[in-house]
Structures are given as structure tokens and as C-alpha cells.
């Protein structure tokens, strides 16, 4: 692997074309944000699920009582 800087913390692969970024601190933060956005996704399905899971029990609800009643 041959790298080229072109930049204060960017270097080119010169096999791949491929553009890194060497700068360790901006590389933890991108994973962090990247993290947390995986996290705010899990939870936005979880929230989806206990929803559905929710309306499904009311129905269930609803339908015994028009039945009972």
C-alpha cells in the first residue's frame, strides 16, 4: 500500500484510489456520532414495535368488549 498525503490528515491510496483520514481524533468522533445514530435508529424501532404491540391490545380490547357488550 502506497500513500500519498494530499492534505494536513488526508492521504491517497495510490493502489485503491482510496482517500484516508489519518486524523485519529476526527476518526473516534465520526465513530461516536455514527454510534449514537445506530443507537437513536434501535430505539426508534423499538418505540415502533411497543407501538404496534400497543394498538394490536387495544384492538384485542375493543373487540372483546363490542362482544361482551
Do not use: H, P, Y
Request: charged share 45%; net charge negative.
Amino acid at each position: 500500500m502506497k500513500l500519498v498525503r494530499i492534505g494536513k490528515d488526508l492521504v491517497k491510496d495510490e493502489e485503491t484510489g482510496a482517500i484516508l483520514n489519518t486524523n485519529e481524533q476526527e476518526i473516534e468522533k465520526a465513530k461516536k456520532v455514527k454510534e449514537a445514530k445506530e443507537a437513536d435508529k434501535d430505539e426508534i424501532a423499538q418505540l415502533k414495535d411497543d407501538v404496534s404491540e400497543l394498538k394490536d391490545m387495544m384492538k384485542q380490547l375493543l373487540e372483546k368488549m363490542n362482544n361482551d357488550g
